[in-house]
């Protein structure tokens, strides 16, 4: 992929290095900053507030009873022998003081207290036995992309100009270009998170918050990252209420209010995730993280969720569909999933559907094949640049509208370069490293004098 070379030395000599015209950059809750450090966005090598080295070998699990966050954690300090204990992750400091943790029995055996703000006094974060606690910052504005994001719409860019003079050729090699540099950085956290977790972890951890699409990918990710799928694989057929319980979605025990087919499956659900409820109630996700308004009705979390819970079940037919590299052999097992109650209804509140309706999308599927599949491939060695730059966009959103706007306005062949997945990628990344960090309003941004001595 030589288009992403030549792609990232025209973002590095172009950088800009000013304010972002939108600066209302949204803060990230302390779940989804904890969901960030366990995939491993923050990177695995850190120097602590004292000046150590320090090494996460190994990110633990996350903490089913109370204490920190994350248990069987393993860190290296300065290069030494490993050591194993839990990890806790606060947004201050403090918190280990002001939550009580140096006096808490199940924090004792604590290695690394990482948090994101630091106070102007120091704060020494001792156990019960006055052993102090590795810490670690992190910084939110490292991290390189978000869960979601909203950018206001914008009027046409200056680079509308000189990109209205360019053929149609060269056009489809600049956005092949910001494509395959995206689609490489894709792999580079794919590979990061199998580092980290494995393969099957990475990947169902990836494909779980593709199903949570930008709504609740953050919550699909904290359930994935809660129920590791070697943990649900091991749960025979508790799996799937498991992820309910754990989703909030069972809470309450009255099914005088579920009707006919739906009662006799919430009862089942319930009956399962019942033995388990008291060990895990800690890791219930909280209801406000769920976005169930304004999602269309075929893409309710609680029919991903069923979709998650089918995909855990037929984990061995989907490494055998991957093993043979292709988009097709992937399509097909996705479109193939079947659940027998949410193949025929949208919510646990629905009628019965009167049509059967698929599992899984084609417009979700292509998602997971765009943004999970092809890049491991990409990652694994494979050349896959073939079969992604065809696959054709199922569906816009407002920040591709956006990018499209400023880069093209009015330009007649505008809808030429969003018909791929891989053109639409190619330009959201141009427009987040050049739209979104100019803060002249087009006036001083250096892409459009770049476009001008792109051959």
């Given at each position: 992929?030589?288009?992403?070379?030549?792609?990232?030395?025209?973002?590095?000599?172009?950088?800009?290095?000013?304010?972002?015209?939108?600066?209302?950059?949204?803060t990230?809750?302390e779940?989804?900053?904890?969901?960030?450090?366990?995939?491993?966005?923050?990177?695995?090598q850190?120097?602590?507030?004292?000046?150590?080295?320090?090494e996460?070998?190994?990110?633990?699990?996350?903490?089913?009873?109370?204490?920190?966050?994350?248990?069987?954690?393993?860190?290296?300090?300065?290069?030494?022998?490993?050591?194993?204990?839990?990890?806790?992750?606060?947004?201050?400091?403090?918190?280990?003081?002001?939550h009580?943790?140096?006096?808490?029995?199940?924090?004792?055996?604590?290695?690394?207290?990482?948090?994101?703000?630091?106070?102007?006094?120091?704060?020494?974060?001792?156990?019960?036995?006055?052993?102090?606690?590795?810490?670690?910052?992190?910084?939110?504005?490292?991290l390189?992309?978000?869960?979601?994001?909203?950018?206001?719409?914008?009027?046409?860019?200056?680079?509308?100009?000189?990109?209205?003079?360019?053929?149609?050729?060269?056009?489809?090699?600049?956005?092949?270009?910001?494509?395959?540099?995206?689609?490489?950085?894709?792999?580079?956290?794919?590979?990061?998170?199998?580092?980290?977790?494995?393969?099957?972890?990475?990947l169902f951890?990836e494909?779980?918050?593709?199903?949570?699409?930008?709504?609740?990918?953050?919550?699909?990710?904290?359930?994935?990252?809660?129920?590791?799928?070697?943990?649900?694989?091991?749960?025979?057929?508790?799996?799937?209420?498991?992820?309910?319980?754990?989703?909030?979605?069972?809470?309450?025990?009255?099914?005088?209010?579920?009707?006919?087919?739906?009662?006799?499956?919430?009862?089942?659900?319930?009956?399962?995730?019942?033995?388990?409820?008291?060990?895990?109630?800690?890791?219930?996700?909280?209801?406000?993280?769920?976005?169930?308004?304004?999602?269309r009705?075929?893409?309710?979390?609680?029919?991903?969720?069923?979709?998650?819970?089918?995909?855990?079940?037929?984990?061995?037919?989907?490494?055998?569909?991957?093993?043979?590299?292709?988009?097709?052999?992937?399509?097909?097992?996705?479109?193939?999933?079947?659940?027998?109650?949410?193949?025929?209804?949208?919510?646990?509140?629905?009628?019965?559907?009167?049509?059967?309706?698929?599992?899984?999308?084609?417009?979700?599927?292509?998602?997971?094949?765009?943004?999970?599949?092809?890049?491991?491939?990409?990652?694994?060695?494979?050349?896959?640049?073939?079969?992604?730059?065809?696959?054709?966009?199922?569906?816009?959103?407002?920040?591709?509208e956006?990018?499209?706007t400023?880069?093209?306005?009015?330009?007649?062949?505008?809808?030429?370069?969003?018909?791929?997945?891989a053109?639409?990628?190619?330009?959201?990344?141009?427009?987040?490293?050049?739209?979104?960090?100019?803060?002249?309003?087009?006036?001083?941004?250096?892409?459009?004098?770049?476009?001008?001595?792109?051959?």
């Amino acid at each position: 992929m030589l288009l992403a070379h030549r792609y990232a030395e025209l973002r590095a000599s172009a950088r800009v290095h000013e304010r972002a015209l939108f600066p209302a950059r949204r803060t990230p809750s302390e779940l989804e900053l904890q969901a960030r450090w366990f995939a491993g966005d923050f990177g695995r090598q850190f120097r602590s507030v004292a000046g150590e080295d320090v090494e996460i070998v190994q990110f633990g699990t996350w903490n089913r009873a109370a204490g920190p966050d994350f248990s069987d954690a393993v860190v290296r300090l300065n290069s030494g022998d490993p050591i194993r204990g839990a990890i806790e992750f606060d947004l201050a400091d403090r918190s280990w003081e002001t939550h009580g943790h140096s006096t808490n029995a199940t924090f004792d055996d604590a290695v690394l207290h990482v948090f994101v703000q630091q106070s102007n006094r120091t704060f020494f974060t001792r156990t019960r036995s006055n052993r102090n606690v590795t810490q670690v910052r992190v910084d939110p504005e490292t991290l390189p992309d978000s869960f979601s994001a909203n950018v206001p719409l914008a009027r046409p860019g200056r680079c509308q100009a000189p990109l209205k003079d360019l053929s149609e050729e060269q056009l489809r090699c600049i956005l092949d270009a910001a494509s395959q540099f995206r689609l490489q950085r894709k792999a580079a956290r794919l590979r990061n998170i199998v580092e980290n977790h494995g393969r099957d972890e990475a990947l169902f951890q990836e494909i779980a918050a593709a199903l949570g699409y930008k709504e609740n990918k953050l919550a699909f990710t904290l359930l994935a990252q809660r129920l590791p799928l070697g943990f649900l694989r091991k749960q025979g057929e508790d799996a799937e209420a498991l992820l309910f319980g754990l989703a909030g979605f069972l809470g309450a025990p009255d099914l005088g209010v579920y009707a006919g087919e739906t009662r006799g499956y919430v009862r089942k659900l319930w009956d399962r995730w019942w033995p388990h409820r008291a060990g895990m109630q800690r890791l219930v996700l909280p209801a406000t993280l769920w976005r169930l308004s304004g999602t269309r009705p075929l893409n309710h979390p609680q029919r991903r969720l069923a979709a998650l819970a089918a995909l855990t079940k037929a984990w061995p037919s989907l490494l055998r569909s991957l093993a043979q590299k292709t988009a097709k052999s992937a399509q097909e097992f996705f479109l193939n999933l079947r659940h027998p109650f949410w193949n025929f209804h949208y919510t646990l509140a629905s009628e019965p559907a009167s049509t059967e309706m698929a599992l899984i999308g084609e417009s979700r599927v292509a998602d997971i094949l765009a943004n999970v599949l092809l890049p491991l491939f990409l990652a694994e060695g494979h050349d896959i640049w073939t079969a992604y730059e065809i696959l054709p966009a199922r569906l816009s959103n407002r920040r591709l509208e956006t990018g499209a706007t400023r880069l093209f306005g009015g330009d007649p062949r505008r809808p030429l370069f969003t018909k791929t997945i891989a053109h639409q990628q190619g330009l959201l990344q141009i427009y987040e490293d050049f739209c979104l960090q100019d803060n002249s309003d087009c006036a001083q941004c250096p892409f459009p004098e770049q476009m001008l001595k792109w051959k």
